[in-house]
């Protein structure tokens, strides 16, 4: 609400809003509707989406506007749908849009397709969600001719551009004013439709304009409501209403209804006394009407000055809802309902107040008396269980399928009984006890000899909520033979709300017990909220394993392609390919390896490279299809960091062994020296994969006899190492 008028729309780009009136209103008499709409201040050309003034199905229980943008929140929008349940939708359309074709809307103005028409009063019919909303009707509202208007009528939808104010004076230009009538019509289905517009395009001269006169020949639902929405797209505008007028088209065929006056009427002191006046007591002369609301006077003349002022007509006010006497407080509730409250100390007094019924077409009966006397009130009673020794305080827990007898118990002798639940009386329950079997919120009035109801404590019965037993999957427990607990795998324990039984084995198991199930197997798992008996109807399936016969793990190793695995049968050197072979547990599903210098593996046998000398603690963890695992524990020692191997003699002039090569490993850099009998050097060489030496001295092969070698190198652990020896030329 802005100053005094309702605002749909911001002057922005984008904006939708939509209002409806939550109060039915039936169909049978027709409908008037009158208001003020201001569609000011936006972009020079005025082309803001618009307005749409809608109806729909009162019954509609989940209600959503219809698409916006050109659709102006009443017809579906391509994969949006229509307002829900709708009948009519009147849109003023600025941008052109709501009579066309496009975005996926049904029909438009004759041979548009989806052009736009800006500047028109369009009609839509009935719809709900992507079907329906068919165009009716639709007129020019700024053009000429056979679907607009005559030149000195034709008007603009919005009443001005950028900078203009809200018109709200009739005599100045841009003042607009709407008048909707839907007269039902006659020995027909639907109505005879009127849309006429106030408009003012010249000062002082506002002007009424004929926009549709015809028929809309749909069958409306029983009851209807009202509302209004608006959009402006890509363009602004602010769109708001004022002035909301509502009512009945056929007035004249609606009778007033007629009250009865209630004589000694029983109340009771100190305490609320519920009433119902029935459309059955009264007389109700309209069509599908009914009681709308009561409203209470002192006097007979203060419904008489009520009535006359016409502001007060049709209308159930507030101030006419509570009516507060010397003795009490009467106060009006839904249709017919009313309740007294007569004031402590006002025992035999009685109290004349004066009604009338306004219905539901606003029309209101002339006012007719009620007599109440007032009677002293009976103490309270009490609800008790049978079976059940404990006072019952506030709630009782019942198990579907079962049922308690509840029983009336107070101080005095009473003539009848009334038991209600969750506030309505329970139609033929009159005796001090009841079987129930359904939860809700009970009470009992038990009535005395002067009719005065003692009512007693409400009891809530309540069934038991169950919880949703969901488990992460197989309870399993690794340890040989030890128990599981069950509740280790439930994803929602709630000890303290809930008790819990396990059932299955031969077992059945409790809260604490099933912290310990000691057998495996297919379990089922019931739970029920505690202070109740009955545990849920659907049980959840836990499947339990414990491990009866331990994994066993051992596992080999030798360097690759040999039979090394220790110093006695060669030394493992610190580049040595070592094979690992696992010789686990059949029942083995994975495989992790820790090899001790920070490299691991999951290959089942793996091929590792330790790089480095030093003595390597290898575990080989297996674990089973059920996740549980055993380990194994070996002592891998590398000892070797380089090796040196020279052969004892060659043969230059042979095929094969034609120089003297050693083989070098572990090493990083060598010098080869190669010596006769008396110290001097024959050859020498740096090279670690060179070709050795050919057994010639400058070209010249030397003869047949021993000779010297001395090897100086550095191991790729950076030591110094010196190694000789003598080696036969053979020729």
């Given at each position: 609400?802005?100053?005094?008028?309702?605002?749909?729309?911001?002057?922005?780009?984008?904006?939708?809003?939509?209002v409806?009136i939550?109060v039915?209103?039936?169909?049978?008499?027709g409908?008037?509707?009158e208001?003020?709409?201001f569609?000011?201040g936006?972009?020079?050309e005025?082309?803001a989406?618009?307005?749409?003034?809608?109806?729909?199905?009162?019954?509609?229980?989940?209600?959503?506007?219809?698409g916006f943008g050109?659709?102006l929140g009443y017809?579906?929008?391509?994969?949006?749908p229509?307002?829900t349940n709708a009948y009519?939708g009147?849109?003023?359309d600025?941008?052109?849009n709501f009579?066309?074709?496009?975005?996926?809307?049904n029909g438009?103005?004759?041979?548009?397709?989806e052009?736009?028409?800006?500047?028109t009063?369009?009609?839509?019919?009935p719809g709900n969600?992507l079907?329906g909303y068919?165009?009716?009707?639709?007129r020019?509202?700024l053009?000429?001719?056979?679907?607009g208007?005559?030149?000195?009528?034709?008007f603009?939808?919005?009443?001005?551009?950028t900078g203009?104010q809200?018109?709200?004076?009739p005599?100045?230009?841009g003042?607009?004013k709407?008048?909707?009538?839907?007269q039902?019509v006659?020995?027909?289905v639907?109505?005879?439709f009127?849309?006429d517009?106030?408009?003012?395009?010249?000062?002082?001269n506002p002007?009424?304009v004929?926009?549709f006169?015809?028929d809309y020949a749909?069958q409306p639902p029983?009851?209807?409501k009202?509302g209004f929405?608006a959009?402006?797209?890509?363009?602004t505008?602010?769109?708001?209403?004022?002035?909301?007028?509502?009512e009945?088209?056929?007035?004249?065929?609606?009778?007033?209804p007629?009250?009865v006056d209630?004589e000694?009427v029983?109340?009771c002191e100190?305490?609320?006394?519920?009433y119902?006046?029935?459309?059955?007591?009264?007389v109700?002369p309209?069509?599908?009407?009914?009681?709308r609301c009561?409203?209470f006077?002192e006097?007979?003349?203060?419904?008489?000055?009520?009535s006359?002022d016409v502001?007060n007509?049709g209308k159930c006010?507030?101030?006419?809802?509570?009516?507060v006497?010397?003795?009490?407080t009467?106060?009006?509730g839904?249709?017919?309902?009313?309740t007294?409250?007569?004031?402590?100390?006002?025992r035999?007094?009685?109290v004349?107040?004066f009604y009338?019924?306004?219905d539901?077409?606003?029309k209101?009966?002339?006012g007719?008396?009620?007599?109440l006397n007032?009677?002293e009130s009976p103490?309270?009673?009490?609800i008790?269980?049978?079976?059940?020794e404990?006072?019952?305080?506030?709630s009782?827990?019942?198990?579907?399928?079962?049922?308690v007898?509840f029983v009336?118990?107070?101080d005095?002798a009473?003539q009848?009984?009334?038991?209600?639940k969750d506030?309505a009386?329970?139609?033929?329950?009159t005796a001090?006890?009841?079987?129930v079997?359904?939860?809700?919120l009970?009470?009992?009035?038990?009535?005395?000899r002067?009719n005065?109801?003692?009512?007693?404590n409400q009891?809530?019965v309540?069934?038991?909520e169950?919880?949703?037993?969901?488990?992460?999957?197989?309870v399993?427990?690794c340890?040989?033979?030890e128990s599981v607990?069950?509740?280790?795998?439930?994803?929602?324990?709630?000890?303290d709300?809930?008790?819990?039984?396990?059932?299955?084995n031969?077992?059945?198991?409790?809260?604490?017990?099933i912290?310990?199930v000691?057998?495996?197997?297919?379990?089922?798992?019931?739970?029920?909220?505690?202070g109740?008996e009955?545990y849920?109807?659907?049980?959840?399936?836990?499947?339990?394993f414990?491990?009866l016969?331990?994994?066993?793990?051992?596992?080999d190793?030798?360097?690759?392609?040999?039979?090394?695995?220790?110093?006695?049968?060669g030394g493992?050197?610190a580049d040595?390919?070592?094979?690992?072979?696992e010789l686990?547990?059949e029942?083995?599903?994975e495989w992790s390896?820790d090899?001790g210098?920070?490299?691991?593996s999951?290959?089942?046998?793996p091929i590792?490279v330790f790089?480095?000398?030093g003595e390597?603690q290898?575990?080989?963890t297996?674990?089973?299809q059920y996740?549980?695992?055993?380990?194994?524990?070996k002592?891998?020692?590398i000892?070797?960091s380089y090796?040196?191997?020279?052969?004892t003699g060659?043969t230059?002039?042979?095929?094969?062994?034609?120089?003297?090569t050693?083989?070098?490993?572990?090493?990083?850099a060598v010098?080869l020296m190669?010596?006769?009998?008396?110290?001097?050097?024959l050859?020498?060489?740096?090279?670690?994969?060179?070709?050795?030496w050919?057994?010639?001295?400058?070209g010249k092969l030397l003869d047949?006899g021993?000779?010297i070698?001395?090897i100086?190198?550095?191991t790729?652990e950076g030591e110094s190492?010196t190694?000789t020896?003598?080696?036969r030329?053979?020729r």
């Open positions: 609400m802005v100053d005094g008028v309702l605002r749909l729309t911001n002057n922005q780009t984008e904006q939708r809003g939509y409806y939550d039915p209103f039936p169909s049978v008499y409908i008037k509707v208001f003020e709409y569609s000011y936006g972009d020079i005025n082309r989406d618009g307005l749409a003034v809608f109806l729909f199905d009162a019954a509609t229980q989940n209600f959503a506007p219809g050109g659709s017809a579906q929008r391509n994969n949006e229509g307002l009519m009147i849109g003023f600025e941008f052109g009579g066309n074709t496009a975005e996926g809307k438009g103005f004759p041979g548009v397709g052009a736009l028409v800006p500047n009063v369009v009609v839509r019919g969600g079907s068919p165009f009716i009707i639709g020019r509202t053009d000429a001719g056979n679907l208007l005559s030149p000195e009528r034709t603009e939808i919005s009443s001005g551009g203009t809200r018109v709200t004076d005599n100045e230009v003042y607009r709407v008048f909707i009538d839907l039902p006659e020995q027909g639907g109505y005879q009127k849309v517009m106030m408009v003012t395009t010249e000062p002082n002007r009424m004929s926009i006169d015809r749909f029983k009851e209807l009202i929405s959009s402006t797209g890509g363009f505008n602010f769109h708001e209403i004022r002035n909301l007028v509502v009945v088209s056929a007035d004249d065929d609606l009778v007033d007629q009250g209630f000694d029983a109340s100190g305490q609320e006394n519920q119902f006046i029935t459309d059955e007591e009264v109700l309209n069509q599908d009407s009914q009681i009561l409203q006077f006097k007979l003349e203060d419904i008489q000055e009520n006359s502001c007509q006010l507030e101030e006419n809802q509570v009516l006497l010397p003795q009490g009467i106060r009006a839904e249709e017919g309902a009313y007294f409250f007569p004031n402590p100390g006002t035999d007094q009685q004349e107040v009338t019924i306004t539901n077409y606003g209101a009966s002339s007719n008396k009620i007599t007032i009677q103490a309270p009673v009490r008790l269980a049978e079976g059940v404990s006072p019952i305080e506030e009782f827990n019942l198990c579907p399928g079962e049922s007898v009336s118990e107070g005095e009473y009848r009984y009334e038991w209600y506030g009386l329970l139609e033929g329950e001090a006890n009841l079987e079997f359904e939860p809700g009970y009470e009992i009035w038990a009535y005395n002067k005065c109801p003692a009512k007693s009891i809530q309540l069934f038991p169950y919880p949703s037993l969901q488990m992460s999957g197989t399993i427990g340890e040989i033979n607990n069950v509740f280790d795998f439930l994803l929602n324990y709630e000890p709300e809930y008790d819990y039984r396990l059932t299955g031969g077992l059945e198991l409790f809260n604490e017990e912290e310990q000691p057998l495996g197997g297919i379990y089922e798992l019931t739970a029920k909220p505690k109740f009955c849920n109807s659907q049980s959840t399936e836990v499947e339990v414990i491990q016969i331990p994994l066993t793990v051992d596992f190793f030798v360097v690759e392609g040999t039979d090394i695995r220790d110093d006695e049968s493992i050197f040595d390919p070592i094979a690992f072979t686990a547990d029942r083995a599903m390896w090899f210098d920070g490299s691991t999951t290959e089942q046998n590792h790089g480095k000398k390597f290898v575990v080989l297996i674990t089973d996740g549980c695992q055993e380990s194994f524990q002592t891998v020692l000892t070797k090796r040196i191997m020279s052969p060659f230059p002039n042979a095929d094969e062994n034609k120089t003297f050693p083989k070098y490993k572990g090493l990083v010098d190669i010596f006769n009998s008396w110290g001097e050097l050859f020498r060489s740096d090279e670690l994969q060179g070709p050795g050919d057994g010639t001295l400058e047949a021993l000779y070698f001395r100086n190198a550095e790729v190492i190694e020896g003598k080696f030329l053979i």
